[in-house]
Nanobody, 127 residues
Framework: QVELVESGGGLVQPGGSLRLSCLASGGTFRPYYVGWFRQAPGKEREFVAGIRRTTSRMTYADFVKGRFTISRDSFKNTVYLQMNSLMPEDAAVYYC????????????????????WGQGTQVTVSS
């Protein structure tokens, strides 16, 4: 059974950086897309960034453009989310997820389009 395992969360001061990792382990796993989502207390889960596994086509939520970068390492079966210039409002549990359907050049950005999810990693931004 393939699992998605996030790591790299933690406590960081405003303006700081973190790199989250999403490792697919446990077998052959070839989703069309891998996405990062986040959920803050009392809020709905929201899309952060997504990447098409084979072409590296990327898309970002407007609130992270210019600050976050999604990337992949196929050899390591890992997708990363580099987060810079973190703000207190970025604090949340961050989840990676995999979409198994092919949407062509469009990178899905809705929770319902992703079928497999990791357990999440907590990001806290505070001085």
């Amino acid at each position: 059974q393939v699992e998605l395992v996030e790591s790299g969360g933690g406590l960081v001061q405003p303006g700081g950086s973190l790199r989250l990792s999403c490792l697919a382990s446990g077998g052959t796993f070839r989703p069309y897309y891998v996405g990062w989502f986040r959920q803050a207390p009392g809020k709905e889960r929201e899309f952060v960034a997504g990447i098409r596994r084979t072409t590296s086509r990327m898309t970002y939520a407007d609130f992270v453009k210019g600050r976050f970068t999604i990337s992949r390492d196929s050899f390591k079966n890992t997708v990363y989310l580099q987060m810079n210039s973190l703000m207190p409002e970025d604090a949340a549990v961050y989840y990676c997820a995999a979409a198994m359907a092919n949407y062509g050049a469009y990178v899905p950005n809705n929770v319902g389009q992703y079928e497999r999810w990791g357990q999440g990693t907590q990001v806290t931004v505070s001085s």
